[in-house]
């Protein structure tokens, strides 16, 4: 059974930083293309940041130099490492996994940012 449990949410005043944790279980993690999505209030999930299995990242132009997604292949953890953050960067943060042509998806944390 594919597990991914997000971490590291919360609440953070806007130029501030947090970093989000996905422990993936059940999956071959290091062959695992994964990446962080969001979802503000009343607006589509949106990709923030992905990681290949070979280390390459491509990142949203909203994120980009602010964010950095990386990836401990003997934790079976991604991160999401989030600087600069913008009262417009309020959503719910989702992991996701792309493992055998499915893909996986934790429940979220919710990430707040105040102005």
């Known amino acids: 059974q594919v597990q991914l449990v997000e971490s590291g949410g919360g609440l953070v005043q806007a130029g501030g930083s947090l970093r989000l944790s996905c422990a993936a279980s059940g999956l071959i993690f290091r062959i695992t293309a994964m990446g962080w999505y969001r979802q503000a209030p009343g607006k589509q999930r949106e990709l923030v940041a992905a990681?290949?299995?070979?280390?390459?990242?491509n990142y949203a132009d909203s994120v980009k130099g602010r964010f950095t997604i990386s990836r401990d292949n003997a934790k079976n953890t991604v991160y999401l490492q989030m600087n600069s953050l913008k009262p417009e960067d309020t959503a719910v943060y989702y992991c996701?996994?792309?493992?055998?042509?499915?893909?996986?998806w934790g429940r979220g944390t919710q990430v707040t940012v105040s102005s």
């Open positions: 996701s996994g792309s493992w055998q042509g499915s893909d996986y």
């Open positions: 990681i290949t299995r070979g280390g390459s990242t």
